[in-house]
């Protein structure tokens, strides 16, 4: 039996429609409601009946976020865009608001302000990574150079570079003689992130070079890595990586983590593209968006932790 679209398109737009009758009164009229309700049955409010049956991690933090996004009150929606100076004074604030007996419950204060740590602390990330992709390479500017060169010694230890502007940079899969204009789209943040990599697992990033060297299933190891950085670069912004974050580190995000998952994605699209087996470099784009479907996938996971973990050869 065949479904007629125009009801079909009625039908969906309908169930929208519902939708968003509900959320508007369960939002402004029910929600207000049912926690003055569960209020009054456990002596406790939103914030503390989250922090009790939740544990640590995204999805504690997830749902303290949404609860201090949804709050009418000012004090708890500010709560969202601190300094790490401010916090421990505005906590107090929350508390007083909400009335918090701290003897009754003695965790609340150091659980809610975990979350605002990891809720504050990723935009803060996010704003650090952002300026870092903004800057732009310059070849004038010798702590940019000096890193670029130590990218080469450490990708190629027993190849000489003969001159700064050569065809050698195709060898780590740069495009041009000059990999500075490689960099244009992710600025310093795609050569910090192939940096670290190589700095930080040194044989692992050269075993990956060596893949993206073979003669059938090669890739521009250089040019794969910023296209990677732009993926890392989208799931942040974007809040996908919360989920991550939130379960990988207990307090403030720093950049070294942001880094760190950049590895995890070099080491990951890698086995991924040598298990697909494209028949060629042609089919990048494809394989790009199948590998990035799969990993915002994973992000979706409440317990998701998206950390590199090197196969032990057999």
């Not at 087996?277 to 479907?293: T, V």
Request: aromatic content about 12%; hydrophobic content about 35%.
């Amino acid at each position: 039996m065949h479904t007629n679209p125009i009801h079909h398109f009625r039908a969906t737009r309908l169930l929208r429609m519902l939708g968003y009758i509900w959320q508007c009164f369960y939002s402004s009229c029910l929600r207000f409601w049912l926690k003055w309700f569960l209020r009054l049955v456990t002596g406790r409010c939103e914030l503390q009946r989250i922090c009790a049956r939740c544990k640590a991690g995204a999805l504690r933090t997830a749902q303290i976020e949404h609860s201090l996004k949804s709050s009418k009150s000012k004090v708890l929606r500010a709560a969202l865009s601190l300094k790490e100076n401010d916090l421990d004074e505005h906590l107090a604030q929350i508390i007083q608001e909400k009335r918090v007996k701290e003897q009754k419950d003695p965790t609340f204060k150091a659980n809610l302000r975990q979350c605002l740590l990891q809720i504050n602390g990723y935009s803060e990330l996010f704003e650090a990574v952002e300026e870092l992709r903004k800057q732009v390479f310059d070849s004038e500017n010798k702590e940019h150079e000096n890193m670029l060169l130590k990218l080469w010694d450490l990708l190629m230890p027993s190849v000489k570079l003969e001159s700064r502007i050569t065809k050698q940079w195709g060898n780590i899969g740069f495009q041009g003689d000059d990999p500075k204009t490689d960099f244009r789209g992710m600025g310093m943040l795609g050569l910090t992130n192939l940096l670290f990599f190589s700095e930080n697992h040194t044989d692992v990033a050269r075993q990956v070079l060596s893949h993206a060297s073979h003669p059938r299933l090669g890739y521009s190891y250089a040019i794969v890595g910023i296209n990677l950085t732009e993926m890392a670069y989208s799931l942040m912004k974007s809040d996908a990586l919360k989920p991550h974050f939130y379960n990988t580190v207990s307090g403030k995000p720093q950049m070294k983590h942001f880094h760190h998952f950049y590895c995890y994605l070099a080491y990951e699209f890698d086995k991924f593209w040598l298990e697909e087996e494209p028949e060629s470099i042609m089919e990048f784009n494809r394989y790009r968006e199948k590998f990035h479907d799969k990993v915002k996938g994973q992000l979706q996971m409440p317990e998701v932790t998206l950390i590199m973990t090197v196969d032990q050869e057999k």
